[in-house]
């Protein structure tokens, strides 16, 4: 057994309607905080589901203060917007409360806050310097499992993305509470419940990190997330059904932390970025073929994942590995999520564009099981279109 060393977050809490206290769990955990700055966007804000927490929040004293800035896919202006909005009122906490992208600002205003360091410094694997104000995070999205990642993401440029990377981005307590995730609209379930997805299976290929505490979770993670998707996109309001894929998630986001991500994720970044198709979505779009380009390389793993999410597979370990590509494709068909890039608007003449820019990330490449050339990731592409 290959040595390894294995980290995450210091506490999660699991408990549906648990923000509705969350005034007195951070009174408890955090008694000198005061001042906490909630990171979130604007969508989710309208949604109304954080007045409950923020209520709890003046119930114990807290003047709190709410940053709605982020967008999807957060670009750099944003999280600077966030970091003096935090300076301004002198925050003592921070609390990303959204989907993957609030998350990732809070981690970076965390930082940021009370740091000298620019935001250009700390892109990269271990560049940040010093502490961070305390971070909370709670997900609403069951999805990205950045509550419980060291990595935050950030759109550069137009359309390229570049992550942070850093111990400190480890939050000192996750919440999972489902109970804010009722009202997510089928489309989006299924998109950032695919990505949770994916983080479960890439990490149990990664190529240099794969580790037996990561391949358990992302085990679990798949159970939970496979046998929970649909029926959290049919009836959304299942309480059970929604904590289930909120722990799926956060299991994934603890295993590929520890055993990251790779091909699917660099195939879909471009996707993302250049054509802004949400990043669950653009995940899900490569995926079978990204499996499929995989499968000499990784058709053991596939094949025991195989037995989680289409437990009634058999035959040989390739068929048995084919059927776990079959049966992501068939949760995708079932959900009716777009299913070619074609229906997200990408066309032939864009394939070269895609795989340049897939090449790119070079961090996530080197993660796959199987190595991956340009012709490989354009023939990739027009398999997908
Ligand atoms: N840090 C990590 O480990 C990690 C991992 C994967 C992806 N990411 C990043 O996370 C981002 C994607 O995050 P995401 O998929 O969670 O989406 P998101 O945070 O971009 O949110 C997408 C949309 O969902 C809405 N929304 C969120 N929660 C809702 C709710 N409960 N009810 C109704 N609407 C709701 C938001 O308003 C928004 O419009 C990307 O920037 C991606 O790069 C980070
Ligand atoms: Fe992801």
Do not use: W
């Amino acid at each position: 057994m290959p040595a390894f060393a294995f980290s995450t977050v210091a506490q999660i809490l699991s408990e549906p309607g648990a923000t509705a206290r969350l005034g007195r769990l951070l009174a408890e955990r955090f008694p000198q905080a005061r001042r906490p700055l909630l990171v979130t966007d604007a969508g989710f804000l309208r949604t109304g589901l954080m007045e409950a927490a923020r209520a709890d929040l003046a119930r114990c004293g807290m003047a709190d203060a709410v940053f709605a800035g982020v967008v999807a896919d957060p670009p750099e202006h944003v999280v600077l917007a966030a970091v003096e909005a935090a300076r301004r009122m002198d925050a003592d906490l921070v609390i990303g409360f959204g989907g993957g992208s609030s998350m990732d600002v809070a981690k970076l205003v965390a930082v940021l806050a009370g740091s000298e360091q620019p935001l250009a410094a700390i892109y990269g694997i271990g560049n940040v310097q010093g502490g961070r104000l305390p971070l909370v995070q709670v997900p609403t999205t069951a999805g990205t499992g950045s509550e419980v990642t060291n990595i935050a993401i950030v759109t550069t440029g137009a359309s390229t993305k570049m992550g942070v990377v850093a111990p400190q981005l480890y939050a000192d307590l996750a919440v999972l509470d489902a109970a804010l995730t009722l009202g997510l609209p089928p489309k989006l379930t299924a998109a950032t419940g695919i990505d949770a997805m994916v983080h479960a299976i890439e990490a149990t290929t990664s190529r240099h990190k794969k580790n037996p505490l990561s391949d358990a979770l992302a085990r679990e993670a798949l159970g939970l997330l496979s046998r929970n998707l649909l029926p959290a996109c049919e009836r959304g309001g299942d309480l059970d059904a929604r904590q289930a894929m909120l722990l799926g998630a956060c299991l994934a986001g603890q295993a590929f932390s520890n055993a990251p991500v790779a091909a699917v994720h660099a195939l879909a970044y471009p996707v993302g970025g250049i054509f802004h198709v949400p990043h669950g979505l653009s995940n899900s779009l490569v995926l079978p073929h990204v499996l499929e380009f995989n499968l000499p390389a990784a058709a053991s793993s596939y094949a025991e994942l195989a037995a989680i999410v289409a437990p009634h597979a058999s035959g040989s370990e390739e068929a048995r590995a084919r059927a776990l590509i079959a049966a992501m494709q068939q949760i995708t068909r079932m959900t009716g999520i777009e299913a070619s890039l074609r229906q997200v608007g990408i066309a032939e003449t864009d394939l070269d564009r895609l795989a340049d820019e897939a090449m790119l990330q070079t961090r996530l490449l080197g993660n796959n099981p199987r190595e991956m050339t340009r012709e490989h990731a354009r023939a990739i592409y027009a398999a997908a279109l």
